[in-house]
């Protein structure tokens, strides 16, 4: 999967399950939300000798990628490098692995920087087991301030430089090893330009991915790990890897991996001492950390630049096609995403209609060579901040509230959304089909700024006895009680409002600030979802049901 853009809008991007041999380079995974319709934002990615590198994921208004094992689905020998998670609403990415399921994972030379700006500024979220199952290594871990803890591991939060102190590493193996919190120095990150500038300490500052084990010459090169590289797969007009050896210049390509042994099979005689690096081809002392090997020596990698990344309807946009590496364009084509195509390394374009663009764009190189990339514009009018940022009716002219809302997970659990045919008004009906099931309505708005939309208006129905609350979710995965049934069990603390959910089986009406929830988190602007839930499970009987009819989420009146 190469040079494709990700951009789901309304639920996760995708999920990649239990393949083997896959490489996943020169992708953008953007725009993913947590909808009606998708158990959570993020992407699933989990397969065996698996390559993802040089993939930019930036601007995911909640989590981005969840690397998790299940039936028959491993994480296994993956090596996740050269790779950018940037401006994410949770954290960059998350591992969940589990000690019969998951071996050898590895990041390396990545960029994790501004993630989950509104919460607690987590950068990755790592669930446990020891460095055998997952290591993190030579990677750059950011926020907005230096030192924050950053790394959610399962042990709890903590700074880069806690991930790699003695007592660390005594209670938890080598997992984290090598990494820094540094500015990484984008071109320019207000555009998403994740090229670095001349001065980024990220420039030579990655890790080599591997090293020879010996000396020797000839063809069939012994390496400490084979796995980061791809020969092909045996695919009709794949190449595999150029790569270099214990110097930039000495250089092949590889034709065959041998995972099991640990060798590199090349198309060219070579000769090595023992311990050199093996990487691809870099440029200066040693490799960039991050998408681009900066400099004419290193591999080859195309950066579609936007400039600007966000505009209006009718107006400019300058699109540009940066060449790292020794290739020599011959050619440049493009797809705008809207239709229209065009050609050469600089062109400017108006998009008539709001939308978010996937761009892709084909170099043919002096050799006649391929390469691939892609590019992302926004095009959207001026948000009316005047007009609810949320308002769901479930009537028949309701095209949003389908998506927007979730309500079959948790599971297990029962809706359906009722429209009368006749007048067109309709409500969205939640019901225990059994004893102990889930009652859940969920919505997490995009932008939830709270005293942009402090107002929250909510007209509903409960059955009598049903045990539900409405919470409210903030991006540090607080929930708080705004409002409660009689028959709820709320824990002491976790209120922040007294308001009762009525179980007279009528239509009643709620209304409430949303900036309440400065009472938990006194800094908190930006919300994460709001959600009405049994509270608790066990106390839910067949029958026991909730409506919705209508629900604001809006500026102050």
Same mark, same amino acid.
């Given at each position: 999967?190469?040079?494709?853009?990700f951009?789901?809008a309304w639920?996760?991007?995708?999920?990649?399950?239990?393949?083997q041999?896959?490489?996943?380079e020169?992708?953008?995974?953007?725009?993913?939300?947590?909808?009606g319709?998708?158990g959570?934002?993020?992407?699933?990615?989990?397969?065996?000798?698996?390559?993802?590198r040089?993939?930019?994921?930036?601007?995911?208004?909640?989590?981005a990628?969840?690397?998790?094992?299940s039936?028959n689905m491993?994480?296994?020998?993956?090596?996740l490098y050269n790779?950018?998670f940037?401006?994410?609403?949770h954290?960059?990415?998350a591992v969940?692995?589990?000690a019969?399921?998951t071996?050898?994972?590895?990041?390396?030379?990545?960029?994790?920087?501004?993630?989950d700006?509104h919460?607690?500024?987590?950068?990755?979220?790592?669930?446990?087991?020891?460095?055998?199952l997952?290591?993190?290594?030579?990677n $750059?871990? &950011? %926020?907005t301030t230096?030192?924050?803890?950053?790394?959610? +591991? /399962?042990?709890?939060s903590?700074?880069?430089? #806690?991930v790699q102190?003695?007592?660390?590493?005594?209670?938890?193996g080598?997992?984290?090893?090598g990494n820094?919190?540094?500015?990484?120095?984008?071109t320019?990150?207000t555009?998403?330009?994740?090229?670095l500038r001349?001065d980024?300490p990220?420039?030579?500052a990655?890790?080599?991915?591997?090293?020879?084990?010996?000396?020797?010459?000839?063809t069939?090169?012994?390496?400490e790990?084979?796995?980061?590289?791809?020969?092909?797969?045996?695919?009709?007009?794949?190449?595999?890897?150029g790569?270099? $050896?214990? &110097? %930039?210049?000495?250089?092949?390509r590889?034709v065959?991996v +041998? /995972?099991e042994?640990?060798?590199l099979?090349? #198309?060219?005689e070579l000769s090595?001492?023992?311990?050199?690096?093996v990487?691809?081809?870099?440029?200066?002392e040693?490799?960039?950390?991050?998408?681009y090997e900066?400099?004419?020596a290193g591999?080859?990698?195309?950066q579609?630049v936007?400039?600007?990344f966000?505009?209006?309807?009718?107006?400019?946009?300058?699109?540009?096609?940066v060449v790292?590496?020794?290739?020599?364009?011959q050619?440049?084509?493009?797809?705008?995403?809207?239709?229209n195509?065009?050609a050469?390394?600089r062109?400017?374009?108006?998009?008539a209609?709001?939308?978010?663009?996937?761009?892709?764009?084909?170099?043919?190189?002096?050799?006649d060579?391929?390469?691939?990339?892609?590019?992302y514009?926004?095009?959207?009018e001026p948000?009316?901040r005047?007009?609810?940022l949320?308002?769901?009716?479930?009537?028949?002219d309701?095209?949003?509230?389908w998506?927007?809302?979730?309500?079959?997970?948790p599971?297990?659990a029962?809706?359906r959304?009722i429209?009368?045919s006749?007048?067109?008004?309709?409500?969205?009906?939640?019901?225990?089909?059994e004893?102990?099931?889930?009652?859940p309505?969920?919505?997490?708005?995009?932008?939830?700024?709270?005293?942009?939309?402090?107002r929250?208006?909510?007209?509903?129905?409960?059955s009598?006895?049903t045990?539900?609350?409405l919470l409210?979710?903030t991006?540090?995965?607080k929930?708080?009680?705004?409002?409660?049934s009689?028959?709820?069990e709320?824990e002491?603390?976790?209120r922040i409002?007294?308001?009762v959910?009525?179980?007279?089986?009528?239509?009643?009406?709620?209304?409430?600030?949303?900036?309440?929830?400065?009472?938990?988190?006194?800094?908190?602007?930006?919300?994460?979802?709001?959600?009405?839930?049994?509270?608790p499970?066990?106390?839910?009987?067949?029958d026991?049901?909730?409506?919705?009819?209508?629900?604001?989420?809006g500026?102050?009146?």
């Open positions: 999967m190469r040079g494709n853009v951009h789901a639920g996760r991007n995708f999920e990649h399950f239990g393949t041999e896959t490489l996943f020169h992708n953008i995974i953007t725009h993913a939300f947590n909808s319709r998708s959570s934002a993020n992407v699933k990615f989990a397969t065996t000798r698996g390559i993802f040089f993939n930019r994921v930036f601007r995911n208004p909640h989590g990628i969840h690397l998790y094992p039936t491993e994480l296994d020998t993956m090596r790779n950018v940037d401006d994410n609403g954290y960059g990415i969940s692995p589990t019969d399921q071996r050898d994972v590895v990041f390396a030379n990545n960029i994790f920087s501004r993630n700006p919460g607690t500024h987590r950068q990755i979220r790592m669930g446990g087991g020891t460095a055998e997952v290591r993190l290594m030579n $750059v871990l &950011t %926020a230096p030192g924050l803890p950053i790394v959610y +591991d /399962h042990s709890g903590h700074t880069v430089a #806690d102190a003695e007592a660390f590493l005594a209670a938890h080598p997992r984290y090893v820094a919190d540094v500015d990484p120095g984008y320019n990150p555009i998403y330009d994740h090229s001349a980024s990220l420039r030579d990655g890790m080599f991915l591997t090293r020879t084990v010996g000396a020797g010459q000839g069939l090169l012994a390496v790990d084979a796995a980061p590289f791809y020969d092909g797969y045996g695919i009709q007009g794949e190449r595999g890897d790569i270099a $050896v214990g &110097t %930039a210049e000495r250089r092949a590889v065959k +041998d /995972h042994a640990n060798t099979l090349l #198309d060219r090595w001492q023992a311990g050199d690096a990487s691809l081809p870099w440029a200066g040693a490799p960039d950390i991050g998408v900066h400099g004419t591999r080859t990698a195309v579609v936007v400039e600007p966000e505009v209006r309807p009718g107006e400019e946009v300058t699109l540009r096609a790292h590496g020794d290739a020599q364009p050619e440049v084509r493009w797809w705008l995403g809207d239709g195509v065009a050469g390394d062109i400017t374009h108006r998009y209609e709001p939308y978010d663009y996937a761009i892709r764009v084909l170099v043919i190189d002096a050799e060579q391929a390469h691939r990339a892609a590019g514009v926004w095009v959207a948000v009316d005047s007009k609810p949320v308002h769901s009716t479930w009537n028949a309701d095209e949003d509230a998506w927007l809302w979730k309500s079959y997970r599971m297990p029962t809706f959304d429209v009368d006749e007048t067109g008004r309709g409500y969205r009906h939640v019901v225990a089909a004893d102990h099931v889930h009652l309505a969920q919505i997490h708005p995009v932008g939830w700024d709270i005293d942009v939309y402090p929250v208006f909510i007209r509903y129905r409960v009598p006895g045990p539900i609350v409210l979710r991006f540090s995965e929930r708080a009680v705004v409002a409660a009689a028959t709820a709320v002491e603390g976790r409002a007294d308001f959910l009525h179980d007279d089986g009528q239509w009643q009406e709620l209304e409430f600030d949303a900036r309440m929830i400065r009472k938990i988190e006194p800094g908190l602007q930006v919300l994460e979802g709001l959600h009405i839930i049994d509270w499970q066990s106390a839910v009987k067949q026991h049901f909730f409506d919705l009819d209508e629900v604001i989420i500026p102050q009146r």
